[in-house]
């Protein structure tokens, strides 16, 4: 192969990486989102199914009002790519970084011939009230000073963390209504 033929190939090896990386946007789905069903038994499993396939624990149900709510659930990071709670890059790139957790509210409304599912995520960040006292150990000692027993040794966070909200995940919304139309 020619030197001259060298920038044609890399600009063509160039062109088609950047090609896979022009993929469309996934399609909206509408919220809340129609899911056909014969009974509210039928639809109410398939959304806690598909709850349960983004490892969402359920906290409380209540089939009288149609509502289903999940525990917090700390988002997953790069390392984590079986679970699917940080959907997209973005989110598991600050899941990594940020201590991130999430909720989900899913609602069920009874309409004709099925049920309107709405699904609600909200997202929180950990704010800490400062920053953790690290140690070698408390059980470190000096070899020139005599043994003191201190029995109020506290080690870690002094106070609990706080929590504040980021709003609302309509990426994961729409990955969990996605399933809920399967």
């Known amino acids: 192969m020619s030197v001259a033929r060298i920038p044609g190939w890399l600009s063509l090896l160039v062109l088609a ?12 789905v509408s919220n809340p989102v129609f899911v056909p069903a014969n009974s509210q038994h039928a639809a109410w499993e398939h959304a806690v199914d598909s709850l349960h396939v983004f490892h969402f624990p359920i906290a ?12 917090y659930r700390v988002g997953s990071n790069i390392l984590e790519p079986w679970h699917g709670d940080s959907v997209g890059l973005s989110n598991r790139m600050e899941s990594t970084l940020q201590s991130i957790r999430r909720k989900v ?17 909200f997202k929180e960040q950990e704010d800490l009230s400062g920053i953790a006292e690290n140690t070698a150990g408390a059980s470190t000692f000096r070899k020139n000073t005599p043994l003191e027993r201190n029995l109020s040794v506290v080690v870690g966070q002094s106070s609990p963390s706080g929590w504040y909200p980021l ?8 990955a969990i209504l996605s399933r809920l139309q399967q």
């Not at 409380?60 to 525990?71: C, K, P, Q, S, Y």
């Not at 709003?167 to 729409?174: F, N, P, S, V």
Request: aromatic share 2%; proline share 4%.
């Open 105 to 121: 509210k899913v609602e069920l409304t009874p309409v004709e011939g099925g049920y309107l599912v709405g699904v609600e995520a």
């Open 17 to 28: 990486l950047l090609s896979g990386c022009a993929s469309s946007r996934p399609m909206i």
């Open 60 to 71: 409380r149900e209540n089939r009288l009002d149609g509502v289903i709510e999940t525990d």
């Open 167 to 174: 709003g609302r995940d309509a990426d994961l919304e729409q």
